[in-house]
DNA sequence: AGCACTTATTAAAAAAATTTAAAAAGTATA
DNA sequence: TATACTTTTTAAATTTTTTTAATAAGTGCT
């Protein structure tokens, strides 16, 4: 018991390092001294150990700053990995990250339909242990397993009211002892938000609202630099707002929400219905064609310059500015990122929710928020993932190989 | 300097014992321990230095909950002093709180329009330092001295970008210069939200936001247990966002803005125009009565039953209503509070609130949310001051009584 | 090229904080 | 009423962390 808390305190620093080093890919000791705030000594011994246990590496010299210059570390990449599942209301991608979030094996995609499929929860875990068995990673060398997935998500708890019913157990739980490493649950929404901040285009921004386009229209939100989820892990339900009186019905029951009026699928709905009614457009449609077909399909024509796609996407735009106004009213964010799928036409609806947020803003919002549109675009959810298991690295004791090692011995040698 | 950063540390702990009592009132040096996650030895030294210093008294047992009884621990009162001054568009309060929140002497009211008066900062400034002489306080007994204003505030940097203008010099720098003590200012809608939250009804909520029903419509809003103000301090524009196609036109310039539709002040010309055209009222009206003295009188005929003043106020709470279902749906709150001078007819605006809200919203999140009505009453925008001081407190290092005297008998010795 | 000035790393000394153990003060129950 | 069990407080020993100082490595100017 005594060397318990000494080896868990000491390990405290080290998952810490670990961390700040998988989010800021490679710091002197002199940074880390000072972003953790330790003594460079406490920090320097920590190193050591970390690089003896093989999770941390040297990786050359910085320029110099005026003085002798700092010797950069960085994380050994295969020294643990990182198990990403995106899924969607159809289908689900899995991949393994290394600590340099590059990818060891290829994406495995596969069909699951979420809604109404009792075996959704089986086949899941199924998948991922095969996908763990077949890149030969042992299970110790797991970080974590991060799971996106649509629907009402209580991320604390490990809940999915929406999908996948566990029966009342905790989903996180459930599948952790069923895979044999932590899981972590989260909002796709959140996740690409948190993606965005941590490695996409508003990296380090404290006060980001991400907007997910996408089939729906999602809102992850990154509130005094951590991910904000509510009180319940509801936070963000932008696509139900109510914002026209009288609008369309939505499949929540209500009139006027803005998935009703702006999501893709009501785009392509529309986009169906003028080409009937006789719209010269270079789409072409099959009544046969699922709604993400046409979908993906407008946003090709309208980025080829087609003129009926443009004006479809600039009518949804507006609607999604004056949703925006709202938003940059209520939370004053430092940039509002245009992520997701719909981020590909990003330019082409940049100009009318500029034209919706200069006539529903208080012109000082405005110009105080930043519009910026996503690079990281299909991966920003299975990024987000890495980042939601890794944010979790130093809460949960993970740094454990030396750690229980040291523990065991000791027993024996007091027993 | 070898002492310095040793001592600074000693009293980083006794500072935040300080802060730490005045917002839990009487704590047991375990309790202390456990919620500052320091040692029990290392608390049990602290306080017996601060006990010797003045700073804290012994309160006696508390119960005990199956062991030996704790000795608690609070505040000495009158070892240090708060300034609060809450402003709004007309007139200034100040009032000084001991470290119990107990005023110690009468809250002094004067008249000091903001609205295009070069001459408010210097005449605050003078107010504020009358106040202190008079109150015999010495300078080195005052915490810190906060200010509530309206505005677009950035307390961060200090700035009120609406009223008191300080020709780019940061307020809270230039206020601290000329009156020997820490300012701090926030917007009066943060204030009192912070009020709300440390000693209102929404007490320890972590998400909360907090209705500010006065002549205008403000929102504080406690994000993840802390205010949240924005990227630039502007967050909580809830009554300009865009809610009613084609409304009122509003002060701001843009049109259907919730404050044109629902504040006090719509309401009171509302009410007069009602009489005119010969709505039967119990309320008497003159047209030289100020808007706020009928606000005053409808808020009270409703009160006592007025049917119409009733009506005018469900009118306007069913578009707060609405407003609030915006709200719920991107927040996600634990409570929602009304707060402010139109709290007193909080339990009128109940029902039609509650009504629009399950219009407007998804079950789930509406039964996700409380509704609650402020009892902290016009004293809550004082309260929040004296709080944003406290909350301070640990940051700027403040306990330094003894500091400062230690430090010079360090240097006379080395020297 | 040499000198003054920065910056980073390492090692030894000093200080601070925590753990451990023990005592004190109560409660609940047989 | 004595005994077992809790909880708080105090004191001593140990661990951990930070300072301090010394060394190493570079920059930039004269």
């Not at 198990?83 to 899995?94: E, N």
């Not at 290394?98 to 199924?126: C, G, Q, R, S, W």
């Not at 009180?231 to 339900?237: C, D, K, L, R």
């Amino acid at each position: 018991m005594e060397l318990k808390t000494r080896i868990v305190k000491s390990a405290e620093l080290k998952n810490s390092i670990i961390k700040r080093l998988y989010f800021d890919k490679a710091l002197s000791c002199a940074d880390l001294s000072e972003v953790l705030e330790k003594s460079v000594p406490s920090v320097s011994k920590a190193i050591t150990e970390l690089i003896e246990e093989g999770f941390v590496m040297e990786q050359g010299y910085a320029p110099s700053s005026g003085g002798r210059r700092p010797l950069m570390y960085c994380l050994q990449p295969s020294a643990m990995y990182i198990v990403t599942v995106a899924m969607d209301q159809l289908s689900t991608r899995i991949q393994m990250l290394d600590l340099h979030n590059n990818p060891i094996a290829e994406t495995v995609m596969t069909e699951l339909k979420l809604f109404n499929n009792p075996k959704a929860l089986p086949l899941l875990i199924e998948y991922i242990n095969d996908y763990i068995d077949a890149s030969g990673v042992a299970r110790d060398k797991i970080v974590g397993i991060g799971i996106g997935m649509p629907g009402f998500i209580d991320s604390a708890k490990g809940f999915n009211y929406t999908y996948l019913d566990s029966a009342g157990q905790s989903l996180t739980e459930l599948i952790a002892e069923k895979t044999g490493a932590p899981v972590y649950i989260a909002n796709d929404s959140s996740l690409i938000a948190i993606a965005e901040q941590k490695f996409g285009i508003a990296k380090n921004h404290r006060d980001v609202m991400v907007i997910n386009l996408g089939w729906g229209i999602g809102l992850g939100m990154i509130v005094n630099g951590e991910l904000y989820s509510g009180h319940s892990g509801f936070a963000g339900e932008f696509s139900h707002i109510p914002l026209f009186d009288d609008g369309a019905l939505c499949t929540c029951g209500k009139r006027g929400c803005l998935e009703a009026e702006a999501s893709m699928l009501v785009v392509a709905e529309k986009a169906i219905q003028g080409i009937k009614d006789g719209h010269i457009s270079s789409l072409k449609h099959t009544d046969k064609d699922p709604y993400k077909v046409v979908g993906n399909a407008i946003m090709e024509a309208a980025n080829n310059g087609d003129q009926f796609a443009i004006e479809l996407l600039s009518d949804a735009g507006y609607k999604i500015g004056k949703a925006l106004a709202i938003l940059i009213h209520i939370m004053n964010p430092e940039s509002i990122v245009l992520s997701g799928r719909g981020a590909i036409v990003g330019k082409i609806l940049l100009a009318p929710i500029q034209q919706a947020l200069t006539k529903y803003c208080i012109p000082r919002l405005v110009s105080s928020t930043e519009l910026l549109i996503s690079a990281l675009g299909f991966n920003a959810e299975l990024i987000g993932t890495a980042v939601l298991v890794m944010e979790n690295f130093d809460k949960d004791n993970k740094n454990q190989s030396l750690t229980t090692k040291q523990l065991s011995m000791e027993k024996t040698s007091k027993n």
